[in-house]
């Protein structure tokens, strides 16, 4: 069964820092680019963050220079390291597999169910 | 950040048909193809057009979509009630260093 897995979500001051991972299964990770897309409560999608698969990154403006994205193919996982960390930034953080031939896009055809990110003092 | 606006609601009574509009601007529909999503509270979303016209395998073909210039739009016709949903567009935005957009979202209410 193809499968995407979240982790790592919980409670964080503002300030701190968390890692969410997504763990993939049933099909080759290595070939796919893979996004990460946050939802805070009641409102819309907000694209965070991708990587290709050569390693290459992409962040939105919100959160360039505080979240790093990355990869471990030998694990079938990716990750995003979540620093100075903001209120802003709580949301339920999906995964999702891109399946657009080419590189990057937006077309996510396997989704994880989310972890939630709360912060707050 | 860009983001692509729609508005925020449509409906429409069961059998009829309702369209979704998505404006977004020369650097995301403009350069790259516009997807759709569906999402139910307290779910994932789930791709129900891609390449701005596409249905994946098991999307009813009530669903259709399009795109012109910046602009994107999905139909529904046919409406039914497990079509009470919210809806996404989606695309790649070429500026800067490149990023993902996704539309404000619209919730389509059957009444």
């Known amino acids: 069964e193809v499968q995407l897995v979240e982790s790592g979500g919980g409670l964080v001051q503002p300030g701190g820092s968390l890692r969410l991972s997504c763990e993939a299964s049933?099909?080759?990770?290595?070939?796919?680019?893979m996004h990460w897309v946050r939802q805070s409560t009641g409102k819309g999608l907000e694209w965070v963050s991708a990587?290709?698969?050569?390693?290459?990154?992409y962040y939105s403006g919100s959160v360039k220079g505080r979240f790093t994205i990355s990869r471990e193919d030998a694990k079938n996982s990716f990750y995003l390291q979540m620093n100075s960390l903001r209120v802003d930034d709580t949301a339920i953080y999906f995964c999702?597999?891109?399946?657009?031939?080419?590189?990057?896009?937006?077309?996510?055809?396997?989704w994880g169910k989310g972890t939630t990110v709360t912060v707050s003092s | 950040q860009s983001v692509l606006t729609q508005p925020p609601s449509a409906s429409g009574t069961p059998g009829q048909r309702v369209t979704i509009s998505c404006s977004g601007s020369s650097s995301n529909i403009g350069s790259n193809t516009v997807n759709w999503y569906q999402q139910f509270p307290g779910t994932a979303p789930k791709l129900l057009i891609y390449s701005n016209n596409q249905r994946p395998s098991g999307v009813p073909d009530r669903f259709s979509a399009s795109k012109s210039g910046t602009s994107a739009s999905l139909a529904i016709s046919g409406l039914q009630s497990e079509d009470e949903a919210d809806y996404y567009c989606?695309?790649?935005?070429?500026?800067?260093?490149?990023?993902?957009?996704f539309g404000t979202g619209t919730k389509v209410t059957v009444l």
């Open positions: 049933g099909f080759s990770f290595s070939r796919h680019e």
């Open positions: 999702a597999r891109d399946v657009a031939p080419g590189g990057l896009s937006t077309r996510m055809d396997v």
């Open positions: 990587i290709g698969i050569s390693g290459d990154t």
């Open positions: 989606a695309a790649w935005d070429d500026s800067l260093n490149g990023s993902g957009v």
